[in-house]
T-cell receptor
């Protein structure tokens, strides 16, 4: 069973702080890694993807990948109350691009 | 707003009834997917559809489920005889460059009573 594990939280940070979200995966053959944001009752929204070891930055978001440790993380700088949502980690393997999701981490940013 | 629209947004059906969930409109993409999310659970893959054929399906996608692209644009998921445990949010997704992630539809909340 290929698993993606996330701390379910809730993770609570004050406005303006850095939020750090973590994810581990069991399938060493995983090729691409994604972070989705999901507001309650809404569909997942792609924030970032990464497929090479190291860091990838996009605005206030930085994704970090360590394939040796099978670990991927998302940092959100200058957190805003609008960032409050569940963050889903997902991985793919193979040409079909089927996503395997973690259960998500609930982030709350307090004003 | 998501680029992929699903209808209906919410459907309530009696156990044993057939439901058809629709994904409209669809632009010219090759890959389509259906996922579901039971309340409080993770998003789960159901089926992928490539070039008008099922390319992969999960254990969840049993004989009660079917997918079609009836008119070349709409993409449907049919559940023939709904069970209580089919109650969930159902998301379709379109992809073309799946390595870069893909876009989910707005979702249909299915409630089986």
């Amino acid at each position: 069973q290929k698993e993606v594990e996330q701390n379910s939280g809730p993770l609570s940070v004050p406005e303006g702080a850095i939020a750090s979200l973590n994810c581990t995966y069991s399938d060493r053959g995983s090729q691409s890694f994604f972070w989705y944001r999901q507001y309650s009752g809404k569909s997942p929204e792609l924030i970032m993807f990464i497929y090479s070891n190291g860091d990838k930055e996009d605005g206030r978001f930085t994704a970090q990948l360590n394939k040796a440790s099978q670990y991927v993380s998302l940092l959100i700088r200058d957190s805003q109350p609008s960032d409050s949502a569940t963050y889903l980690c997902a991985v793919t393997r193979g040409s079909n691009y089927k996503l395997t999701f973690g259960k998500g981490t609930l982030l709350t940013v307090n004003p | 707003e998501p680029e992929v629209t699903q209808t209906p947004s919410h459907q309530v059906t009696q156990m044993g009834q057939e439901v058809i969930l629709r994904c409209v409109p669809i632009s010219n993409h090759l890959y389509f997917y259906w996922y579901r999310q039971i309340l409080g659970q993770k998003v789960e893959f159901l089926v992928s559809f490539y070039n008008n054929e099922i390319s992969e399906k999960s254990e969840i996608f049993d004989d009660q489920f079917s997918v079609e692209r009836p008119d070349g644009s709409n993409f449907t998921l049919k559940i023939r005889s709904t069970k209580l445990e089919d109650s969930a949010m159902y998301f379709c997704a379109r992809g073309g460059q799946g390595a870069y992630g893909y876009t989910f539809g707005s979702g249909t909340r299915l409630t089986v009573v």
